[in-house]
Nanobody
Framework: QVQLVESGGGLVQAGGSLRLSCVAS????????MGWFRQAPGKEREFVSA????????YYVDSVKGRFTISRDNAKNTVYLQMNSLKSEDTAVYYC?????????????????WGQGTQVTVSS
């Protein structure tokens, strides 16, 4: 089992920044692809970003490219999501997730472990 705990959410004005963190425990963090999803009220949970085990390869949904940056620190068992130039449409609960493989990262079913989520609210 892998336990994931997110932090760093909050209320921010449009154009502002937030950095989300997700600390993992339970198994070898560096063995897992790590990712972020988000779910806005009344909408499906959607893929946001992912980073492979080495930290070299990263993936983003088109709507956040150039604004969000995912990174990881394997020594600290932590993955981060730096979010800049936030927009009201970024408002959602953000979930950290872990997967054993990078195939099918856009699909919720490809991810084995999930955190409880952290709320991000962007006011316009």
């Amino acid at each position: 089992q892998v336990q994931l705990v997110e932090s760093g959410g909050g209320l921010v004005q449009a154009g502002g920044s937030l950095r989300l963190s997700c600390v993992a425990s339970g198994r070898t963090f560096s063995n897992y692809v790590m990712g972020w999803f988000r779910q806005a009220p009344g909408k499906e949970r959607e893929f946001v970003s992912a980073i492979r085990q080495s930290g070299i390869f990263t993936y983003y949904v088109d709507s956040v490219k150039g604004r969000f940056t995912i990174s990881r620190d394997n020594a600290k068992n932590t993955v981060y999501l730096q979010m800049n130039s936030l927009k009201s449409e970024d408002t959602a609960v953000y979930y950290c997730a872990a997967a054993s493989t990078y195939y099918g990262l856009g699909s919720r079913g490809s991810w084995s472990y999930w955190g409880q989520g952290t709320q991000v609210t962007v006011s316009s």
